[in-house]
């Protein structure tokens, strides 16, 4: 494992970017991954078919906050059809580390959030987990 990646994935867990809330927020879930504790939530506001602001809101592992802090920030003003395009391989590719099996579904838990929560899609695709 790299330590500079490592690095990287810590200045986000000790300073992450959009954690908070939103007011009334157009689009929220939340989601927990009980193996590790990890909790996430996720306020969006939508102007048109486009994000307006992306907040994020839990507690847990540094792997599940860093990906959510990641993550919010790669949303920003993306619109809806782009987040949909948005994947797990992106997810890994942010985290910059090989991820072990028992920490997956840390990594993955803010890309659950999006996409079964924000998104509403189906979870057919839960067999490449
Ligand atoms: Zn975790």
């Not at 969006?44 to 919010?72: H, K, P, W, Y």
């Not at 990594?107 to 189906?122: N, P």
């Amino acid at each position: 494992m790299d330590d500079l990646y490592r690095e990287y994935i810590l200045e986000h867990y000790r300073a992450p970017h959009n954690k908070g809330d939103l007011d009334h927020p157009d689009r929220f879930a939340a989601y927990a991954n009980p193996l590790c504790g990890d909790r996430l939530q996720m306020s969006v506001r939508l102007e048109g078919d486009r994000v307006a602001d992306v907040r994020f809101n839990g507690s847990g592992c540094a792997i599940s906050q860093a990906s959510a802090s990641m993550l919010t920030d790669l949303m920003q003003d993306k619109t809806i059809d782009e987040l949909t395009h948005i994947t797990k391989q992106d997810i890994f590719d942010m985290l910059g580390i090989t991820i072990s099996p028992a920490r997956i579904r840390c990594a993955l838990l803010a890309w659950e959030v999006l996409h079964k929560g924000i998104l509403g899609e189906s979870e057919d695709d839960e067999e490449d987990l």
